[in-house]
């Protein structure tokens, strides 16, 4: 379990377009959808593994 405060902040740099739909949900599920936006989620393993998942269309800009 992560400690409180544990953040992480995702951002969406690569088009879900001729992508698999599971890669479109878990943008969805991160709180993405367009280019260029940012998500601040909690840093669990569940998000790090959906931060795995689509890693060719997001990049981690924070994690603090």
Do not use: C
Request: aromatic share 0%.
């Amino acid at each position: 379990m992560a400690k409180a405060g544990k953040t992480l902040t995702v951002e969406q740099i690569g088009s879900p377009i001729r992508r698999e739909v599971s890669q479109r949900q878990t943008l969805i599920g991160l709180g993405l959808n367009k280019i260029r936006r940012q998500s601040t989620l909690e840093d669990t393993p569940a998000v790090r593994g959906m931060v795995e998942k689509v890693k060719h269309l997001v990049r981690v800009v924070d994690a603090k």
